[in-house]
């Protein structure tokens, strides 16, 4: 097989300029089923004044809220044919996305350490926490258990959380709020087809009987791609395939996704499972082997009770259920002449809990919000062995308990000068407690500007896998490690504005954060065998522009830069896999008001350090572009998109982990996907 420069096998032309008039012709029809609402309709100032419930822990203002904040919704995803959460991460100001052809990893504000398990950043589904209790892991691929296409919005909201949620909430909080029965009160059956024959089926059914009844959604995923063949220069040799890695990127994953309302009552669930092939050979196991892969399951049960009650008091309580499971098959060959071993490795985990919230407006100068979480990771497993090898490498069987209080007042000096005050405590059973403040200082001038200046301290604990996964051979355990900390200080500047045909908002925001006891693998010089340790301080010092808008004819957009940089603070100059910079540009053109949109982005991110003893010093930049043209409101409640990633073909690659001999993981090439959506 011929090889190109990374090995991905040459584009398969499809006719898209068929494709295209196709749409085109049918979305002229007039259709005769009612499609999903229409936001082009919306008034320019109600687009304008969008609204969170993650930075505070009930609904406000974004202009109000001690953050800055992005929102993207199930309109852009449609128009921008967003496959998974990190497709629509990638698009927004100040944030990257790598992958190593099994996760994908968010880096934030100019931080993803290579290799990491996406442990810095909060992951909820209407509120309801999706990071792991093996890992801390936040699944913004394949492994996010609820489908996309199920989503109503995403908030991201920026800075230091702990005050509010906990651990994990280091640099920020992604919350994923579902749609409910009424966004859809019908069925939906949705199909696609894309690139390295990848096939999606989505069958959705929902009913709200309004005030007689309950409300019900449910909905069923099931995917399959076969992946790419993939060549890596590293093993070119005739005994490694000549570098060639065929058949070895597959992926499959299912999920399943309900929330039923009724009153008060939401009982809301998921469970989504993929399994990966690796095509890398990461951990030294042997490359092109066929048996080598991954696998995650990740589900919850979420029952909440929520009402407004009389004199301005809203309570929610509830209680939950988490699961997750990790299993992989990795193929080692530990002498020349033996034969291959399969070992084992396989993390479970389950816990339960239970949070009461109240919300209490004060004379109207006052909203206070108090709560208190209580957790209980009553198994959190770990093992590894080599398949007819006894004994396991690794044996760990693990628990813990938690428990947090967090106070919040949100202070109306005058109507243009708000104070956000909030502190939460923590006690863990293994580490102890800790205490972690947020203030935000919100001034607003004039009517449509908000200046904000905003600290916070947040913190992590240091996960399952990083305090007592160890084999002794190679890695060994460390149960004394410490949580890591983060302090932030930040300035933030909201305008908007009318003219030019249009609404138009831009922000600049300023940070600075701190980072103390920072947890990285490092070799033990008593012994030589590699354990986490809390070695490391970082600073990180940025600036973040952004532009938004929407002209009167329908045409909307988003631009923007960040320039940040982030460096140790004892020496060492910058951290590995930190882009300097980022640039971002999203527009949407109604072809046919309210039926046709061509919705092309370009997402640019500067060169990458690479980790230390890689082959090459630095990952070079590279600039992206996609485009997607949907047409929606068809004959028969039909709705069709085609979307074209990369498409200009530029090869890069993102910075390799130390379980990778790779200095470099390459990136897809041009892909395609055509998806339909029948509404009835």
């Known amino acids: 097989m011929a090889k190109t420069p990374f090995g991905i096998q040459a584009y398969r032309k499809v006719p898209m300029r068929f494709l295209l008039l196709l749409l085109a012709a049918l979305a002229a029809v007039p259709a005769n089923a009612a499609g999903a609402a229409d936001l082009t309709g919306m008034s320019l100032e109600s687009l304008m004044n969008v609204t969170i419930v993650g930075a505070s822990r009930y609904e406000q203002r974004v202009s109000e809220a001690p953050t800055y904040a992005s929102v993207v919704t199930a309109e852009d995803i449609r128009k921008y044919g967003y496959r998974t959460l990190a497709d629509l991460l990638r698009s927004l100001p100040g944030i990257f996305v790598t992958n190593d052809r099994n996760y994908s990893y968010v880096g934030i504000r100019g931080f993803q350490p290579a290799g990491d398990y996406n442990t810095r950043v909060l992951l909820l589904v209407d509120g309801h926490r999706i990071n792991n209790s093996i890992y801390d892991q936040t699944p913004i691929g394949n492994d996010f258990p609820v489908d996309i296409d199920l989503v109503e919005r995403v908030e991201v909201v920026r800075g230091p959380s702990s005050s509010l949620y906990g651990s994990n909430a280091f640099f920020g909080v992604i919350n994923v709020i579902t749609k409910r029965a009424y966004h859809i009160d019908g069925a939906e059956v949705s199909g696609s087809a894309g690139s390295w024959r990848t096939y999606k089926g989505r069958a959705t059914a929902a009913k709200d009987y309004m005030l007689n009844g309950p409300a019900i959604l449910v909905s069923g995923t099931a995917a399959d791609s076969r992946g790419q063949d993939l060549y890596f220069p590293e093993y070119d040799d005739p005994a490694t395939n000549n570098g060639v890695a065929e058949g070895d990127d597959r992926e499959r994953y299912d999920s399943l996704f309900a929330k039923v309302s009724w009153g008060d009552f939401t009982l809301a669930g998921a469970r989504g499972n993929r399994t990966k092939r690796l095509p890398t050979a990461s951990f030294g196991t042997v490359f092109d082997a066929d048996g080598t892969y991954t696998g995650d399951r990740t589900g919850f049960l979420d029952l909440r009770y929520e009402k407004d009650l009389d004199g301005g008091l809203n309570l929610m309580a509830r209680a939950y259920y988490d699961e997750y499971y990790y299993w992989a098959d990795y193929i080692f060959n530990y002498a020349p002449g033996d034969p291959d071993v399969i070992n084992k490795d396989y993390a479970k985990a389950s816990s339960f809990g239970a949070e009461l919230k109240a919300v209490k407006t004060v004379r109207d100068r006052h909203r206070l919000t108090a709560g208190v979480e209580l957790r209980n990771d009553y198994r959190k497993d770990q093992q590894n062995y080599d398949l007819g090898f006894p004994p396991p490498y690794v044996d760990s069987r693990q628990s813990s308990k938690e428990w947090g209080a967090y106070l919040q007042d949100e202070i109306r000096f005058h109507p243009k000068l708000i104070l956000n005050a909030g502190v939460r405590y923590d006690r863990y059973s293994t580490f102890g407690g800790t205490t972690n403040p947020r203030l935000g200082l919100i001034w607003m001038p004039l009517e449509k500007t908000a200046a904000k200046l905003l600290y916070g301290r947040a913190y992590r604990t240091p996960n399952c896998y990083e305090l007592y996964y160890g084999d002794n051979l190679t890695m060994k355990p460390n149960p004394d490690l410490r949580p890591e900390t983060i302090r932030s200080i930040e300035a933030v500047l909201e305008q908007r504005m009318e003219g030019l045909g249009g609404s138009w908002k831009a922000t600049a925001s300023v940070f600075h954060n701190r980072i103390d006891d920072l947890i990285t693998i490092q070799p033990d010089p008593s012994d030589g065998l590699d354990h986490f340790e809390n070695n490391e301080s970082i600073e990180t010092n940025g600036l973040e522009l952004e532009m938004e808008g929407k002209l009167t004819g329908g045409i909307q957009g988003r631009a923007s830069y960040a320039w940040q940089r982030a460096e140790y603070r004892h020496g060492g100059g910058t951290f590995p896999n930190s882009p300097k910079d980022m640039a971002k540009l999203n527009l949407s053109f109604p072809l046919l008001p309210g039926r046709l949109f061509l919705s092309p982005e370009a997402q640019y991110i500067g060169p990458r350090k690479n980790l230390p003893g890689k082959a090459q010093k630095s990952v070079g930049g590279y600039t992206v572009a996609n485009a997607t043209l949907l047409a929606r409101k068809l004959p028969g409640g039909l709705e069709l998109s085609a979307s074209v990633y ?35």
């Open 646 to 680: 990369n498409l200009f073909d530029k090869r890069y690659a993102d910075p390799a982990g130390t379980e990778h001999l790779q200095y470099s993981i390459p990136q897809d090439g041009r892909s395609y996907r055509i998806q339909a959506t029948c509404r009835f």
